[in-house]
């Protein structure tokens, strides 16, 4: 099963992400255990992915999402977090920090309620449009995330960067594309059917053109971080 595969974001011009994403999922993977807490959890469509690795799953959000909530526990993530303390194993933010306009306070929560010896896993962009306006805030480098994350007292594993400087600029280009298709429906199929093999063989190739690219953290799309409570 991979991760983005129930995930209602995964379109024909950004599928890469996501299959970036699921790398990184399944990278992780050994860290996944025990009661597992999906802060910013949206839809949750990561549940039954990571229910194959933990005992029990827990979606904190807030109620005035954008999204068709689908949280076991509401609370406000600029906020405190509505669980008790040393309650979670396993933590997971993905593409949750931008939108908190007290990031700090929400790491210092996740802290809180994160067992000893558990883990954090996040997910940032860096280099992504502004989007679910005005509830984005923050922009994020592996700098700005390491002082942060040891501010409230965790130990980081790593930081890695997602892409490289060749997939963030499709991926940009293609969303740029995107919001060209405008009109009658016929004009709107017309133009999105002229799009979809530029789409596709760009993404193809990107992964490919990275490889040139021997700094990703310059210019990438985003980061992935695990850390852990001592």
Same mark, same amino acid.
């Given at each position: 099963? !991979?991760?983005?595969?129930?995930?209602?974001?995964?379109?024909?011009? &950004? *599928?890469?992400?996501?299959?970036? @994403?699921?790398?990184?999922?399944?990278?992780?993977?050994?860290?996944?255990?025990?009661?597992? #807490?999906?802060?910013?959890?949206?839809?949750?469509?990561?549940?039954?992915?990571?229910?194959?690795?933990?005992?029990?799953?827990? @979606? #904190?959000? *807030?109620?005035?999402?954008?999204?068709?909530?689908?949280?076991?526990?509401?609370? &406000?993530?600029?906020? !405190?977090?509505?669980?008790?303390?040393?309650?979670?194993?396993?933590? #997971?933010?993905?593409?949750?920090? $931008?939108?908190?306009?007290?990031?700090?306070?929400?790491?210092?929560?996740?802290?809180?309620?994160?067992?000893?010896?558990?883990?954090?896993?996040?997910? #940032?962009?860096?280099?992504?449009?502004?989007?679910?306006?005005?509830?984005?805030?923050?922009?994020?480098?592996?700098?700005?995330?390491?002082?942060?994350?040891? !501010?409230?007292?965790?130990?980081?594993?790593?930081?890695?960067?997602?892409? @490289?400087?060749?997939?963030?600029?499709?991926? !940009?280009? &293609?969303?740029?594309?995107?919001?060209?298709?405008?009109?009658?429906?016929?004009?709107?199929?017309?133009?999105?059917?002229?799009?979809?093999?530029? *789409?596709?063989?760009?993404?193809?190739?990107?992964?490919?053109?990275?490889?040139?690219?021997?700094?990703?953290?310059? $210019?990438?799309?985003?980061?992935?971080?695990?850390?852990?409570?001592?």
């Amino acid at each position: 099963m !991979k991760p983005s595969q129930f995930h209602n974001n995964r379109k024909e011009y &950004n *599928w890469l992400i996501y299959n970036i @994403g699921d790398k990184f999922f399944e990278k992780y993977s050994k860290y996944y255990k025990g009661r597992l #807490v999906d802060l910013g959890c949206g839809e949750a469509p990561y549940k039954q992915y990571f229910l194959q690795y933990v005992n029990e799953y827990i @979606g #904190v959000d *807030w109620p005035n999402s954008f999204h068709n909530i689908k949280a076991d526990v509401f609370s &406000n993530l600029n906020d !405190k977090i509505l669980l008790p303390d040393d309650f979670a194993d396993t933590i #997971v933010a993905i593409s949750v920090m $931008e939108h908190l306009c007290e990031p700090e306070r929400f790491l210092r929560e996740s802290y809180r309620i994160l067992k000893r010896g558990g883990i954090m896993l996040i997910q #940032v962009p860096f280099q992504w449009w502004v989007h679910e306006q005005p509830h984005d805030f923050f922009r994020y480098t592996p700098f700005g995330l390491f002082y942060m994350l040891k !501010k409230v007292g965790f130990h980081i594993l790593t930081i890695e960067p997602q892409s @490289g400087f060749f997939t963030t600029l499709i991926l !940009k280009f &293609n969303y740029f594309t995107l919001r060209f298709i405008r009109g009658p429906k016929i004009i709107k199929s017309f133009l999105r059917t002229l799009l979809r093999p530029v *789409w596709y063989i760009g993404q193809k190739l990107a992964p490919l053109l990275d490889k040139l690219d021997k700094e990703w953290y310059l $210019e990438t799309s985003g980061y992935f971080v695990l850390a852990t409570k001592k």
